[in-house]
């Protein structure tokens, strides 16, 4: 168990040096597992950005807005949503720049061939319309929020350039351990039904309280997102009525199109949740948080 780091590494300098160190006085095989949160909320101005690909004054940030702000605010200009998608590419671009010189540092440091990945717990809106115009991640299950990247730096002899198929985080052990072994067979584990769930914000009184809305609006933006994707097809519904289906293609990532709504979902969705998504929610928004656990979400920015 490697050291935590309170806040934001925003340099990525302290957890780069844990790695490097860890790495350099290994001898054996190992498996690290590491979570940067350079292109984490918030979005800002920062000295490590490359300030040629964006145009914020110095002091500029993405402000307090909660996710249902952010819907139709007239103070979101477009200078706003030029700073914001402007940031977060920045941030990606810087996070790309350090991880690039990590790797290579891991991989002339290591004696034996070590595999890299790269992916993301989540990906983020930047306000376009097939996104519903939201920023962040929260109560949403765009292609912008579940299309993330998974790279594959030096893997074993015989894994494909290129992937097009639907892969899910759920398989990514296997992957792992199929990595470990020298074992580049993947088929049985791309393709195919893909399923995700967003559950709601959950119980955190803390959330409702800042809610400015009626408790039907509160129920909308809390509700429980489920979503499976068959071929270039993705199905959605939720715990307020929602029923949608959409149409994706892998040359165009990120993005969604409404084909449908008031839509049948296929009976495939029954083999990948265990419970109903209402009876669920309500498991949910009933669960009871220790103080131990609030303190702690609370200083992850959480409540």
Known sequence: MLPYLERPDIDTGETSHIIKKEVEKTQEPFFLFTNYLEAHSPIQVNRYLDPELYSASEFWDEGSYEVWEMQDNPELDEDYTTNYRELYGASIEYLDRKLSRLIDHIQSTTERETTVLVTADHGHNLGYPNEDHLFSHGCSMSEGVLHIPLIMINPPTGFPNEVTEHFSHLDLGELIVRLSHGDSHIDDIVGGTIASEHEGF??????????????????????????????????????????????????NPCRQELIETNITIPDTADEFFDIDMAEYKKKIDSMKISADVKEDLADLGYL
Do not use: L
């Open 202 to 251: 959950g119980s955190p009184q803390s959330k409702f309280e800042k809610f400015p809305g009626t408790q039907e609006e509160w129920e909308y933006w809390n509700r429980s997102i489920r979503v499976i994707y068959e071929d270039e097809t993705k199905f959605e519904w939720d715990t307020a009525g929602g029923e949608k289906k959409y149409h994706i293609t892998s040359d």
